[in-house]
């Protein structure tokens, strides 16, 4: 599919970008593709159940043509190479889907200290909505200025915490220092690894549904002969970086999944086989 386009970031924006570890509302398509994929996405769900909910948690573009698209939308890969440079990886995608009226909440974390990211490797999110993302349906929600370092993190075991570790930031964090992350379906957002971020519960008949694309540039190990995989989604590789992953022909073709069942043991471990 074709997607409305926005270019390559501004000077300015790319110093906000860095200033602030966020940025928003870009371009990513228009509301129509938006709707497109989302129709995808139900339908998907309606026929897998619970199997097609844990496979959109993860690496998606493995198994569904349609999602490996959506990890290379034009403006967003233009977008993200403004700040990481021509070569891209896709490290991986996940749909955070949120239910109308759904008590579940993020706590406020660091994604980098959680997310098995590989030393020396540096990643920007970009969160593109399929639907709404608004105050009240639990929108994402960041803390200007937080992504210099990383911050200690506790654990607790608080059920309404849709973090998979139950992982908080263990400083408090005024709520009235964050910005609301409200995004249009067709729109999405870029933050840093290590900026503070989260969301609230939701207060609305409408779903919050969006997709975040980890993307990563290559650069040089400091062993070598990885075996851990990545989509390279635009320009080369020049280090080895990763294993590139192959692009899925048909959707749930057997042996697309049986690989990302593999890639996923391989990178959570026991994690990912409860």
Known sequence: ?????????????VDGYRQNGFLFPLDAMTADQAAFYRAKLEAFEAEYGERGSAILRSKAHLVLPWVNEL???EPVLDAVESVLGPDLYCWGSSFFIKNPHHPGYVAWHQDAPFSSIPKGGEIITAWIALAPSIVENGCLKVVAGTHTKEAEHTFNSDGSNMLSQGQEIAVEVDENDATLIQLRPGQFSLHHQFIFHGSGPSHSD???????????????REE????ETAALVRGSDPYGTFVPEPVPTADMA???????????????????RK
């Not at 969006?210 to 990563?216: D, E, L, N, Q, T």
């Not at 057997?254 to 990912?272: I, K, M, N, T």
């Open 1 to 13: 599919m074709t997607t409305a386009t926005t270019g390559t970031l501004s000077p300015g924006q």
């Open 71 to 73: 990890i290379r939308l």
């Open 206 to 220: 409408e779903r919050r549904i969006g997709i975040a694309v980890r993307y990563m540039k290559p650069f040089e």
């Open 224 to 227: 070598e002969g990885t075996t």
């Open 254 to 272: 057997p042996e697309s999944v049986a690989y990302l069942d593999e890639q996923l043991v391989s990178r959570h471990g026991d994690r990912y």
